[in-house]
């Protein structure tokens, strides 16, 4: 071995060891992997796809199967390449403020009137057309052969926050090598990884690096090395769209607090954790659950035969079909807070549901609550988030069909059948529901069928099917397959169950698919003993002890004073702007720990969160005169106006 050959060897165990060191105390699960992976391949356990070599003075990949190397030209002037081509504007990144239409201009985020004026303040102030930012705040790398490039870029972009993702594990350790990766968390700097090929936990990487520092979010830069990677680029897309931060703004949850304890003061009984747990009211029963999806048209009259062989949990869209052929949910679900749910829960026969048993998200419309009570129907809430801390909180998904299957499995169900659930519309008519829903909606078949240069809710994709290889679906509708992906990873952590998909849509995984003819059989011998529903829920709800809030309203009125006066501040600089506003929220978070809802200190930071990201695109432009200590002190007002307004909404959700 030559003296170079020596020295540059001995130079990348260094990087190697050094890299494994900060693994192991940063990211033990990575660390571990990489070690398994080293174990396996010198104890001839795995075949390596991939070597790393020397080539003209260069180090670069070789695929071992197809003898084609990654780069293919000197790795390190294609690390300077790209990172020339990467700067500090908004090309190559998600843009996560959405705009009006197809202009340049920022869309003003309906119902959140206290965001109004700083969205207005961009859209007048900013120039849109040429954006070019002072500082990255968050980077995502996606790929990272050698890694050098990483190191380029970041000599260029510095950002605060770094998710980086390799589906390849085998890729990855030779970069361990090469990439110095412990520079992305040195100092205030927060690295995020994800190494492998699971979707779903590549989204949980995705979630995590977008929860950080939410208030940096307003544009993410991304580097893609590979084209071949671009499917992680759409997963990405595809997170962001269904994790926009105003689908469920803090105005909603101030209503939901508000609708919360109007149920506790009116005496509604409540799910309770400890109660649950104990009785465990479902284990040796076999439970049918019904969803609105369009397979639920090919059993109805094998359920309606068989009703009586199951605990039937149906969702509320469905309620009238099931009235219409005579089947009788024992538990029917609702969660919307819209007053759209009364319609669905108003049968034609009043007695029609007076056996079973209605859960509730304690966020229902008044118009649902008058039509439960008029009809004295028993319901049941379980609480939307966690404002009672005694009685515990279940979670809360926005599909009622997950949440459905999240509820019973809670409650003790081992064994579950699922029909209607399928993600999917009717491969022949495009209808996303059954006939006879209380809602109807029909898709065009034909639509962006596989248009990689569109990506949009309506998009038409082809999917891995439950019973049949391929299904048509859109892009709205796999946010349900993701929900219960979601719902299915957690549950399995803590739950033992067994759960059979039937409906003729997406394959869901977690849920084993079963067809209608081992069904059949399934119900033909299936035995079940009586079940009193109502019974069984009084037993696992109880009426809430009304708490009185009088020290939380004298608290709200302190904050509510405080930032009066600092609409008052003069602002001098960007700095100080920045330093008397952290300053001001600090001082507001360490009140709201005194209060006795929890989760008025979350709804302030998804207040400053919402409006931080437009406050913190403003202040982060490389834009000549927007800095004026009149436009500083216009952008203070506004923060301390909304302040002002959410802490009121507060004090009116708790008052009599």
Not at 10 to 29: G, M, P, T
Request: some cysteine; aromatic content about 14%; overall charge negative.
């Amino acid at each position: 071995m030559s003296t170079n050959l020596q020295e540059l060897e001995e130079a990348l165990l260094v990087v190697y060891q050094k890299n494994l060191n900060f693994l192991k105390e940063n990211f033990f699960d990575i660390f571990q992997e990489v070690e398994q992976l080293s174990l396996d391949i010198n104890q001839g356990n795995y075949t390596e796809e991939y070597s790393l070599e020397v080539v003209n003075g260069y180090l670069d990949i070789l695929n071992l199967k197809n003898k084609g190397y990654y780069y293919a030209t000197n790795s390190y002037v294609d690390a300077d390449h790209r990172a020339s081509n990467v700067d500090n504007t908004n090309n190559s990144s998600f843009d996560l403020l959405r705009k009006q239409g197809a202009t340049q201009y920022l869309a003003y985020p309906s119902g959140l009137t206290d965001i109004l004026p700083v969205v207005d303040f961009v859209n007048r102030k900013v120039d849109l057309e040429n954006i070019e930012f002072q500082k990255i705040m968050k980077f995502m790398y996606i790929g990272v052969g050698l890694g050098y490039h990483l190191q380029e870029i970041d000599k260029k972009i510095n950002s605060y926050t770094t998710l980086i993702i390799e589906p390849e594990l085998e890729i990855f350790r030779l970069s361990l090598f090469t990439t110095d990766y412990t520079i992305f968390n040195e100092g205030n700097r927060k690295l995020f990884f994800y190494i492998g090929d699971d979707k779903l936990k590549r989204h949980n990487a995705i979630r995590n690096f977008y929860y950080y520092h939410e208030y940096m979010n307003y544009n993410i830069k991304y580097y893609m090395i590979l084209q071949n990677l671009d499917y992680i680029k759409e997963e990405a897309v595809e997170f962001f769209r269904n994790n926009y931060s105003f689908s469920f703004p803090y105005t909603s949850v101030i209503e939901n607090v508000k609708r919360t304890v109007e149920f506790i003061r009116h005496k509604d009984r409540f799910l309770v954790v400890d109660y649950i747990t104990k009785e465990n009211i479902f284990k040796n029963k076999k439970v049918l659950l019904i969803s609105a999806g369009p397979s639920l048209d090919n059993y109805i009259e094998l359920i309606k035969k068989y009703q009586d062989k199951f605990i039937i949990a149906s969702v509320d869209v469905i309620l009238r079909k099931l009235e219409k052929h005579n089947i009788v949910p024992d538990i029917v679900f609702s969660i919307d807070p819209s007053p759209l749910c009364a319609g669905y829960l108003k049968t034609e026969d009043p007695e029609y549901l007076k056996n079973s048993a209605i859960v509730l998200l304690s966020q229902q419309h008044p118009e649902v609550m008058k039509l439960l009570r008029e009809r004295k129907l028993k319901y049941y809430f379980s609480q939307f988030s966690q404002v009672v801390d005694e009685i515990g909180y279940l979670g809360s998904v926005p599909n009622v069909g997950t949440f459905t299957f999240q509820t019973m499995v809670y409650l003790g169900a081992k064994e579950l059948y699922l029909i209607g659930n399928d993600a999917a519309f009717n491969q022949e008519t495009g209808s996303r529901y059954s006939t006879d829903s209380s809602y109807t909606q029909v898709e065009n078949l034909n639509v962006n069928l596989n248009d990689d240069n569109l990506v949009s809710r309506e998009d038409i994709v082809e999917v891995k099917g439950n019973l049949r290889d391929i299904v048509k679906t859109n892009r709205s509708l796999l946010e349900f397959k993701y929900q219960f992906d979601t719902s299915i990873a957690h549950l399995s952590n803590y739950y033992k169950y067994k759960a059979f998909n039937l409906s003729d849509g997406v394959l869901i995984d977690g849920l084993s698919p079963m067809k209608q003819e081992e069904f059949t059989k399934i119900a033909v011998s299936n035995k079940i003993s009586s079940f009193d529903t109502i019974k069984s829920f009084n037993n696992i709800t109880k009426i809430v002890d009304d708490a009185c809030y009088e020290d939380d309203i004298k608290i709200i009125n302190g904050i509510i004073q405080r930032a009066k006066k600092f609409q008052k501040f003069k602002i001098s600089s960007r700095d100080d702007f920045l330093t008397k506003k952290l300053d001001m929220m600090i001082w507001i978070l360490e009140r709201s720990k005194k209060l006795s809802i929890d989760l008025y200190g979350n709804i302030f930071l998804q207040y400053t969160a919402l409006v931080d990201g437009y406050i913190n695109f403003a202040i982060n432009l490389k834009q000549k005169d927007l800095y004026t200590k009149e436009n500083l002190e216009q952008l203070s007002n506004y923060w301390a106006k909304g302040v002002i307004s959410v802490f009121k909404d507060m004090k009116d959700s708790v008052s009599k």
